[in-house]
């Protein structure tokens, strides 16, 4: 697990020490609200006999309070917004709700650090795309950081 956040934070401090201490306080937030809930997924999708239940029933609470806070910023924006982009909303929203819905599922089968320590793959999986879609530079931190985050995940699930 330190290896993984070792190559984590050197990720992070690619570009020197953060000097908006705003921003770091929003992804410390983050970080904090992503812990939380995924204890909170664990635990939910561990209590009832089926995780698919607690997954159906997220996924129907979480739809209702987003709709709600929708209506509230602007019905008519949202409308709008949904109507000129429903492609995009569509299947970000399924790729989104899978995505959620396995990690429930894996959270209730498996231990949470472990579940945990593999989602940080994203990492490795955005180095990827970052060099390949948008063009960015690999250079030896970023590789090394990367490395250790891959070298991480493969000790945890030895």
Known sequence: ?????????????????????????????????????????????????????????????????????????GAARMLSFTVENWKICMSSGFVMSLAHGLIIWALARSEVSLVSALRESSVVISMILGAIILRERLGFQKIICTFLVVAGIIVITI
């Not at 306080?25 to 904090?32: D, R, S």
């Not at 992503?34 to 979480?62: H, M, N, P, R």
């Open 1 to 73: 697990m330190l290896t993984i956040c070792a190559g984590i934070i050197g990720l992070t401090f690619l570009r020197g020490i953060p000097t908006n201490y705003r921003a770091v306080g929003y992804a410390l937030l983050t970080a904090l609200f992503v812990a939380c809930f995924t204890l909170l997924d664990s635990e939910g999708a561990k209590l009832g006999e089926q995780a698919v239940t607690y997954i159906l029933w997220v996924f129907i609470l979480e739809g209702a309070l987003m709709f709600v806070v929708g209506l509230l910023v």
